[in-house]
């Protein structure tokens, strides 16, 4: 019996024939499957064709519809994007659940372990993404992406963590871009992105601190850092919504505030 609970909630953008399966981390440290399934019915973007957690797992975008998911090889995977865990008896737990979707999916295209990936793989196989996921959820865990490898190919596999190294307060988001722009008043501003952590101004100091630890950021016009920004704010407040959690800023409000620290 199947571990994959069917619940597609989202269409994708276009055709797939896939030749790997790319197994990601969502960086959103307690957030569940089913809180996933709910933000990417929302029509939203980048939701990929299975998610699991530390309870269950469901297909949520069709095997032969394509996932914004790893840049340019996007036309060449399917794809997973398993939970992370807060403790380390959840992450056993998810890991197990992970490991037996992954096995479940191989075995369906008749593939070996050579077609398992993971995101880290696909940026540096294809480019356009520069995202290492799910390596550094794995190593606050004190797992590696070898593990997990190995107990695909047998699921007696044990898996052995490290709970000390496990505390979601040192966790970063892992798709932080920054984007910097000349204001209509003649000043230079910056701004750092999250994919679902919304968005906030920076100094000048921090701005240069963050482009020389992040590999994505790039100088836009006014028009287009004020839509980056706003488009931010709302996937924060998506990601709130699916996981029942109040909104506390809309996103016209928390769009001005960082504008508005643009004039200081």
């Known amino acids: 019996m199947s571990i994959i609970q069917e619940r597609i909630v989202n269409n994708g953008h276009g055709g797939l024939s896939a030749s790997f399966f790319c197994v990601h981390s969502t960086a959103n440290p307690g957030a569940t499957a089913a809180n996933h ?3 990417w019915s929302r029509d939203y973007e980048y939701a990929v064709h299975l998610v699991s957690d530390w309870t269950e797992a469901y297909h949520t975008v069709p095997y032969d ?4 998911q790893v840049g340019n090889g996007n036309s060449l995977v399917e794809g997973l994007e398993i939970c992370e865990a807060t403790n380390a008896d959840d992450f056993v737990k998810g890991i197990r659940i992970a490991a037996q979707v992954a096995r479940e999916r191989l075995a369906a295209h008749g593939w070996g372990v050579d077609r398992l990936i993971t995101h880290n793989d696909a940026s540096q196989r294809w480019g356009g993404s520069d995202h290492t996921d799910p390596l550094p959820y ?9 593990d997990f490898v190995n107990l695909v190919q047998d699921s007696t596999s044990t898996i052995s963590t490290n709970a000390a190294s ?6 970063k988001d892992n798709t932080m871009f920054m984007i910097e722009t000349t204001t209509p008043w003649g000043t230079t501003a910056y ?3 999250g994919e679902v952590t919304g968005a906030r101004a920076l100094t000048d100091i921090e701005a240069l601190g963050y482009a020389q630890g992040l590999t994505t950021h ?3 016009n006014f028009d287009i850092y004020n839509m980056l920004i706003s488009q931010a704010w709302q996937r924060h407040n998506d990601f709130l919504t699916a996981m029942g959690k109040e909104v506390t800023e809309s996103v016209e409000e928390a769009t001005q ?7 200081k």
């Open 138 to 146: 794995f190593a606050r865990f004190n797992y590696t992406w070898q």
């Open 65 to 68: 519809r394509l996932c914004y």
């Open 37 to 39: 399934v709910s933000l």
């Open 166 to 171: 496990a505390d979601v307060n040192n966790w």
């Open 218 to 220: 790039g100088k836009v």
């Open 191 to 193: 701004a750092l992105l």
């Open 257 to 263: 505030r960082i504008v508005d620290a643009t004039k």
